[in-house]
């Protein structure tokens, strides 16, 4: 199974939300003085599914803490704060997080939550990798039961920042039943998208064998197909974007999508009708990546014919040859895809309007020429005359790392990766080999 997954992810054939890491910057003592104590009733009077902000992460008392906490005890150059301090903060949550009988549901959600943010900044590996024995079924315990809707969300984003920390190859097994039944079953719409995001995180990077990864896939398909009904989701647009984004994370790590081309297309297809942007935009980036795969590099014996129209040549210089048909009705695709790229309708708001004109005027070029990326440009270099081509798209590592994306498949594992990771994702790929593993990078070159 290992063989397997590192092959997906080394495969350069076929594999975001702005958000600041933050953790609570309370000291040993408090946290479990504030784990043991009742709700105050500012607590109470709130809204308990209320959602935070992209600034603030509420706690059970009603309190918030800053985005700036986590630089007390990440980034603190202050004398008094050692530079482990965080360490002892993870452990006094795992600690936490295990000792359910002296917990609190409120208490273990603000636990759960904290130790998420800690992990995806700070590549924390080795002060995990013992604690599982404990730590994992407590987490899923909090999954399963699902006191409330807090703490089983919480519980499955430490979850899918848990596998992608871990590198493990066997821990799929150990999470693949209980988070299908959640996704399944769960009365919670939120509770369910983040269910699907840890399920496709733990398929992909926990361990799979090939057939494991296709009857993922083929659940994901269902909930497409269905518009979420066969999951009791109806009309969810947001549970059937997550689902559309997993299938398109777990297909970057199959070589050869042909098979599994016809059904999937005419799902997505049919997915550009929906009303909710994200559907749209999850749906075309689909079919974009579709067309990618359906070609491969010439091989060094394969001879074609001079007729041959299915061949292009990328701006290396590979040869790259049509395998195979993504779909018969191609015409009426890109008639479809111009129209989402041009869009002026008034029933779709200035910022649908935008995020469709920017995302499917790509995903309409590399359906036209599959060779091309997403941000392909065809203007001319001055300096060298060339078309730009693509990489425009580039996330800087640090001084001297920057990783391109020029493929649709880089750009699915780094929109997972960043779903997980947050802004902890480039701290990741420094130091943890599952994420850069997963994107091949390039040295900056120096001026």
């Given at each position: 199974?290992?063989?397997?997954?590192?092959?997906?992810?080394?495969?350069?054939?076929?594999?975001?939300?702005?958000?600041?890491?933050?953790?609570?910057?309370?000291?040993?003592?408090?946290?479990?003085?504030?784990?043991?104590?009742?709700?105050?009733?500012?607590?109470?009077?709130?809204?308990?599914?209320?959602?935070?902000?992209?600034?603030?992460?509420?706690?059970?008392?009603?309190?918030?803490?800053?985005?700036?906490?986590?630089?007390?005890?990440?980034?603190?150059?202050?004398?008094?704060?050692?530079?482990?301090?965080?360490?002892?903060?993870?452990?006094?949550?795992?600690?936490?997080?295990?000792?359910?009988?002296?917990?609190?549901?409120?208490?273990?959600?603000?636990?759960?939550?904290?130790?998420?943010?800690?992990?995806?900044?700070?590549?924390?590996?080795?002060?995990?990798?013992?604690?599982?024995?404990?730590?994992?079924?407590?987490?899923?315990?909090?999954?399963?039961?699902?006191?409330?809707?807090?703490?089983?969300?919480?519980?499955?984003?430490?979850?899918?920042?848990?596998?992608?920390?871990?590198?493990?190859?066997?821990?799929?097994?150990?999470?693949?039943?209980?988070?299908?039944?959640?996704?399944?079953?769960?009365?919670?719409?939120?509770?369910?998208?983040?269910?699907?995001?840890?399920?496709?995180?733990?398929?992909?990077?926990?361990?799979?064998?090939?057939?494991?990864?296709?009857?993922?896939?083929?659940?994901?398909?269902?909930?497409?197909?269905?518009?979420?009904?066969?999951?009791?989701?109806?009309?969810?647009?947001?549970?059937?974007?997550?689902?559309?984004?997993?299938?398109?994370?777990?297909?970057?790590?199959?070589?050869?999508?042909?098979?599994?081309?016809?059904?999937a297309i005419e799902a997505f297809v049919e997915q550009l009708q929906s009303s909710d942007s994200g559907v749209q935009v999850a749906a075309g980036e689909n079919i974009a990546l579709l067309y990618e795969k359906s070609y491969t590099e010439l091989e060094d014996d394969e001879v074609l014919s001079e007729e041959s129209d299915d061949e292009e040549e990328t701006r290396h210089g590979a040869k790259m040859v049509k395998r195979y048909n993504v779909y018969r009705r191609q015409d009426q695709l890109l008639h479809d895809l111009d129209e989402l790229a041009n869009i002026s309708s008034r029933r779709v708001s200035k910022k649908d309007r935008k995020t469709l004109h920017s995302n499917f005027a790509d995903i309409r070029n590399s359906v036209e020429k599959p060779t091309r990326g997403p941000k392909y440009s065809t203007a001319l270099d001055q300096d060298t005359g060339m078309t730009y081509g693509g990489g425009r798209m580039k996330v800087k590592i640090n001084r001297n790392v920057e990783v391109r994306i020029d493929k649709w498949w880089k750009l699915q594992r780094l929109n997972a990766l960043r779903r997980v990771l947050q802004a902890g994702f480039t701290h990741h790929f420094d130091e943890n080999e599952a994420v850069s593993r997963c994107l091949p990078f390039s040295m900056l070159s120096k001026r």
């Open positions: 199974m290992h063989d397997l997954r590192r092959q997906a992810l080394e495969s350069g054939k076929t594999v975001s939300r702005k958000a600041r890491s933050r953790v609570v910057s309370t000291t040993s003592s408090k946290a479990n003085s504030r784990l043991n104590s009742p709700a105050q009733s500012r607590a109470a009077s709130r809204n308990p599914s209320r959602q935070g902000s992209d600034d603030e992460e509420y706690l059970s008392d009603g309190t918030a803490w800053s985005t700036n906490s986590i630089d007390d005890i990440l980034n603190s150059d202050d004398a008094d704060v050692p530079a482990d301090a965080w360490k002892q903060e993870l452990h006094t949550r795992i600690e936490q997080i295990v000792d359910r009988k002296r917990s609190s549901t409120d208490g273990r959600a603000d636990s759960l939550n904290a130790y998420t943010h800690i992990i995806m900044a700070r590549y924390a590996k080795d002060d995990i990798e013992n604690c599982m024995t404990e730590l994992l079924p407590s987490i899923l315990r909090s999954i399963k039961s699902e006191t409330t809707e807090r703490e089983a969300v919480t519980a499955l984003k430490a979850l899918a920042a848990t596998i992608v920390t871990l590198d493990s190859d066997d821990i799929y097994d150990s999470v693949a039943d209980t988070l299908k039944r959640t996704v399944s079953n769960s009365e919670s719409t939120h509770t369910k998208i983040s269910a699907i995001h840890a399920y496709g995180t733990a398929a992909f990077f926990g361990g799979t064998s090939e057939e494991e990864l296709e009857d993922v896939m083929n659940f994901f398909l269902e909930i497409i197909e269905s518009d979420g009904l066969s999951i009791d989701a109806h009309d969810e647009g947001s549970v059937v974007t997550a689902a559309l984004e997993e299938w398109g994370l777990l297909a970057t790590g199959v070589d050869d999508l042909e098979e599994a081309t016809e059904a």
